[in-house]
Structures are given as structure tokens and as C-alpha cells.
């Protein structure tokens, strides 16, 4: 393969360089302190405050994060998805992996059964490893699994989840996601957090996914439904523009790939 033909700056140049990097910086940071006072008035869904938005996140959004509830924007969606597709109700069992505090009486209150997972944490009801499952075979309605694959082996993952859903139960998934790559992102070169940040945009995720990642979900025996955030709702809410929510629904009479049996 060819390689890029890239100059070479002179030693005058590279000097000129730095200093115009540190002007440029000082102004670039007056002007994102101005901008993160933005005057739009957003509602959060989740908690229903009404009012400016705080900047989060790393590169830093300016108004993603509710200030009354702390829900950033796939929290939202992810509530919208509740009202709108959820039909949670109480004769449901729930399985929520990572359960984030401002949806755990939300999801309490809607399901029969609510049961928290988490591999490291452990103010949760079961340590679970997502990618090998000590659950038995389609034993919960509904699993919500938000900002996990890209951390793990997610075609185990998906395997896993499928298995200990019911005939009809859905998995619910947010992850980043690049729709422009046809393929997804794995270098097993990258080994530090700091190489991770460059390359996957956070120091513990492995991968960033193309839009291969809906034909690793129908793989898995999956049925796929995008829940989409659009206008108006991302004027509204502060939502993402075209962040997804993945709606994965194991079909009834689908076979499970691999039977296995929880250890006790």
C-alpha cells in the first residue's frame, strides 16, 4: 500500500507552530466559557425540570446534562423510548446492567420483578459478567444494558442476552456508534488508557462500532427496531441529533444458540 507523502516543516516553522497553539487555545477557551451559557430552555423527561442545561462530557457538549436529575442526553432518550415504545408493566421481570440511580425507582415501580446487575460494582442485586451469564434460560421480559458493549465482548454479550430472554423479550442498547464506518473499530495494538481515549474515545472502551454492529444483532437471532432521536425532541429535550437507542426483540419460536444452566 502507497504511503501518504507528508512534508516536513522546518525547525522555524514547528516554533511558529507552537506559539500560535497556545494563542489559539486562550481564545478558544474565553469563547467556550461564553457559549456554555447557551439561554435555551430545555425539559428533561426523566425528572421534568424546565430551564438551562449544564455542558458535560469529554469533548465537552454545552447543554447535555440535566442539572436537577444529572441525566445526560441517552437517559433522556432512553425515558422517551419508556413512554413511548416501553409497555412496562407489572407482570414483567427486569434485568438492568449498570443501573444508573434516576431510573432505578422509575423501572422499580413499572416492573414486577426489577433486578440490578453489575460485573464490578457492588450496591447492585447480582455480579454478573454480561459476556457469561449465570442466569437461566428465558427468565426476564425486558434487558436494558445502556453504554456496555462497547466495553466487552459484545457477540458474546448479545448471546448472552438472548439466551435468558423470554420468547418476545426485548434487550434495550445504547453504545457509540459511527454510521459512516461499515465496519467496527478493534485494534489490539491499543493497550493504554490514553491510547484508548485517541482511538476509541474513552480509557475503557474497546472498540467503537461501525453499522456492522446491527448485522452482529440480527446475528445474534435478534429482531431490530431503531428508536431515533429527531426534531422536535432534540430541540426539546437536549437529545443528540440521530443518536439511536436499539430495540432488540428475541422472537418467539426463535431457538436458543446455546443452552446453559445458572451454577449455584
Not at 423527561?45 to 469529554?58: I, K, L, M, R, S
Not at 426463535?254 to 445458572?262: D, G
Request: glycine content about 6%; charged content about 30%; aromatic content about 8%.
Amino acid at each position: 500500500m502507497a504511503r501518504d507523502a507528508i512534508p516536513t516543516p522546518d525547525p522555524r516553522q514547528l516554533r511558529l507552530a507552537r506559539g500560535a497553539l497556545e494563542r489559539i487555545r486562550r481564545r478558544r477557551l474565553r469563547e467556550f466559557e461564553a457559549m456554555m451559557v447557551t439561554g435555551f430552555s430545555r425539559t428533561c423527561p426523566v425528572c421534568g425540570y424546565v430551564g438551562e442545561f449544564a455542558p458535560v462530557g469529554e469533548p465537552p457538549r454545552l447543554d447535555g446534562l440535566c442539572p436537577l436529575c444529572r441525566s445526560r442526553e441517552r437517559h433522556r432518550l432512553f425515558k422517551l423510548w419508556i413512554e413511548r415504545r416501553g409497555a412496562i408493566t407489572t407482570d414483567m421481570a427486569v434485568l438492568h446492567f449498570a443501573p444508573e440511580p434516576v431510573f432505578e425507582p422509575i423501572l422499580r415501580a413499572l416492573a414486577g420483578t426489577y433486578v440490578t446487575a453489575d460485573f464490578l460494582r457492588t450496591k447492585v442485586d447480582l455480579k454478573l459478567n454480561i459476556e457469561a451469564l449465570e442466569l437461566d434460560d428465558a427468565g426476564f421480559d425486558l434487558i436494558v444494558a445502556h453504554q456496555i458493549l462497547e466495553h466487552v465482548d459484545h457477540v458474546k454479550a448479545l448471546g448472552e442476552c438472548f439466551r435468558v430472554l423470554k420468547p418476545g423479550g426485548r434487550l434495550v442498547v445504547t453504545t457509540p456508534v459511527i454510521e459512516a464506518w461499515a465496519t467496527t473499530y478493534v485494534n489490539p495494538a491499543i493497550t493504554t488508557a490514553r491510547e484508548r481515549v485517541l482511538h476509541f474515545g474513552q480509557k475503557d472502551h474497546s472498540r467503537y462500532f461501525g453499522r456492522d454492529l446491527k448485522d452482529h444483532m440480527r446475528a445474534a437471532g435478534f429482531v431490530l427496531h431503531e428508536f431515533v432521536s429527531v426534531e422536535p425532541d432534540v430541540s426539546t429535550y437536549a437529545l443528540m441529533r440521530g443518536e439511536t437507542l436499539y430495540e432488540l426483540t428475541r422472537p418467539a419460536g426463535r431457538p436458543i444458540p446455546q443452552k446453559k444452566t445458572r451454577k449455584g
